[in-house]
């Protein structure tokens, strides 16, 4: 599975974006995706998943209310909408997958090269 996000940029405070991961390969392997980001000198921290199936999702809390995450499967696209963004949501943000292989019972992740997003004051 290979993953490539777009629809990073800046935006001033307030404004939104909306970023993409599109996904291509062995798809079907796909079970739960989500969003992270980081900046310099921090850790990669969750911002949201959501699960296979029937697609349940959750936020991190200074994002809850704010962004909300969504995938469309026939697309093999998830999508990150984040509304009244904040200087603190500057970061590189990362789509992530975990994939699961039936034949070997494996589960492995597989992240995207990341997307700058900067928001000005």
């Known amino acids: 599975v290979q993953l490539v996000e777009s629809g990073g940029g800046l935006v001033q405070a307030g404004g939104s974006l909306r970023l993409s991961c599109a996904a291509s390969?062995?798809?079907?392997?796909?079970?739960?995706m989500g969003w992270y980001r980081q900046t310099l000198g921090k850790q990669r921290e969750l911002v949201a998943f959501?699960?296979?199936?029937?697609?349940?999702?959750d936020y991190a809390a200074s994002v809850k209310g704010r962004f909300t995450i969504s995938r469309d499967n026939a697309k093999n696209t998830m999508y990150l909408q984040m509304n009244s963004l904040k200087p603190e949501d500057t970061a590189v943000y990362y789509c992530?997958?975990?994939?699961?292989?039936?034949?070997?019972?494996?589960?492995?992740?597989?992240w995207g090269q990341g997307t700058l997003v900067t928001v000005s004051s």
């Open positions: 390969g062995s798809t079907f392997s796909i079970n739960a």
């Open positions: 992530n997958a975990v994939t699961y292989y039936s034949d070997s019972d494996r589960y492995l992740e597989v």
């Open positions: 959501i699960t296979g199936g029937v697609g349940s999702a």
